[in-house]
């Protein structure tokens, strides 16, 4: 089974400063199909997680042009350009290429 | 937003059973495979099961292999997740998912449903 790591598991960051998080997988993600099924995930505190980026880079209905994802093959990175106070929360990569889909552990985004 | 909403959690006896269940509205249930998610209290999202648009195929994690059954039901929009045989470990929320079409991305998550196994 495919093992997705974090790093870093916690950041603090000053509002309105960039913040970075890192996902890698022990196995490449590209499908039979030519996509790569990494997403990215949000969970604000007492909320179900919701949709933030899909197919590395693609943002989802909604999400704000500050966040941004890259990468290829097995590792791949999420990027908030300016962080706000409603970025505080949970964020998760998720990998549906190979079955069974498997998740980060978390990094949990705080304001400093 | 795009309505999924879970129930069917509580309290349960390890070795006991409970059925959840996930009504959809809003899109054309029939036409998107659906997902079940589950997270322990404090813990990362692990992912549980997964049925096909016409319910002939499911999948599931190796972790609920065995004990725990995905069903639907397109004539009412509705999903289902049969847990049998249930461990302390399997305390979690669980969350019902939908995906978009021909992908694996999960897009939308309902609320989720709390399932405590304690005696």
């Known amino acids: 089974d495919i093992v997705m790591t974090q790093t870093p598991l916690a950041s603090p960051v000053t509002l309105g400063q960039p913040a970075s998080i890192s996902c890698r997988s022990s196995?490449?993600?590209?499908?039979?199909?030519?996509?790569?099924?990494l997403s990215w995930l949000q969970q604000r505190p007492g909320q179900p997680p919701r949709l933030l980026l899909y197919?590395?880079?693609n943002r989802f209905s909604g999400v704000p042009d500050r966040f941004s994802g890259s990468g290829a093959g097995t590792d791949f990175t999420l990027k908030i350009s300016r962080v706000e106070a409603e970025d505080v929360g949970v964020y998760y990569c998720?990998?549906?290429?190979?079955?069974?889909?498997?998740f980060g552990q978390g990094t949990k985004v705080e304001i400093k | 937003e795009l309505p999924l909403v879970e129930s069917g959690g509580g309290l349960v006896q390890p070795g006991g059973s409970l059925r959840l269940s996930c009504l959809a509205s809003?899109?054309?249930?029939?036409?998107?495979?659906m997902h079940w998610v589950r997270q322990a209290p404090g813990k990362g999202l692990e992912y549980v099961s997964t049925?096909?648009?016409?319910?002939?195929?499911?999948y599931y994690a190796d972790s609920v292999m065995g004990r725990f059954t995905i069903s639907r039901d397109n004539s009412k929009s509705t999903l289902f997740l049969q847990l049998n045989s249930l461990r302390p470990e399997d305390t979690a929320v669980y969350y019902c998912?939908?995906?978009?079409?021909?992908?694996?991305?999960?897009?939308?998550w309902g609320q989720g449903t709390l399932v405590t196994v304690s005696s």
């Open positions: 049925i096909s648009t016409d319910g002939g195929s499911a």
């Open positions: 197919e590395i880079s």
């Open positions: 809003g899109f054309s249930f029939s036409h998107y495979a």
């Open positions: 196995q490449g993600l590209i499908h039979s199909n030519g996509k790569t099924y």
């Open positions: 998912v939908k995906e978009i079409p021909g992908t694996t991305v999960f897009d939308y």
């Open positions: 998720l990998q549906a290429t190979h079955f069974p889909w498997a």
